[in-house]
């Protein structure tokens, strides 16, 4: 899904497998990254969802057609750009990790049916975790949202 589909720098890749006649398939992607970049997350997402073909495996030709999908990678999904670096801090700090997921792009992205929508996240309890300052283990780097 990179550069017009010719440089090789985001994609996904699948393996699929069967254990006790139940299907599974695994999905690992690097998405776009960058604020800005939820557009073309979606779409990378949509490409690799509508691509991945396992022609010779009826009835599982599909990735979704599996009886368990696990996806994961760097989906770079970010807060919504409307944040800053320090309200998301300030929040961070008063543990408002609800309000921050109203704000999460990969929430969105699937109350929208962007992408991702037929699949169940964990819920998130844990506050963000990019990115730290150097030496550093909970100070977090403002100038990176």
């Given amino acids: 899904t990179g550069l017009a589909g010719f440089w090789g720098n985001k994609?996904?890749?699948c393996v699929r497998f069967s254990v006790r006649g139940c299907s599974v398939c695994c999905v690992n992607s690097h998405l776009a990254a960058h604020d800005g970049g939820y557009e073309e997350r979606v779409q990378q997402y949509n490409t690799i969802l509508h691509t991945t073909a396992f022609p010779h495996?009826?009835?599982t030709t599909s990735i979704l057609y599996h009886d368990y999908v696990f996806w994961m990678g760097d989906l770079n999904f970010r807060l919504d750009p409307c944040i800053s670096a320090e309200e998301i801090n300030t929040r961070v700090r008063k543990g408002d990790i609800a309000g921050l997921y109203k704000l999460d792009e990969l929430n969105k992205?699937?109350?929208d049916r962007d992408a991702f929508?037929?699949?169940?996240e964990a819920p998130i309890t844990f506050p963000p975790t990019y990115k730290y300052k150097e030496k550093t283990i909970a100070e977090y780097d403002l100038n990176r949202r």
């Avoid at 929508?117 to 169940?120: A, D, G, K, N, S």
């Fill in 11 to 13: 994609g996904g890749v």
């Fill in 57 to 59: 495996t009826p009835p």
């Fill in 109 to 111: 992205a699937q109350t």
């Fill in 117 to 120: 929508e037929p699949l169940i």
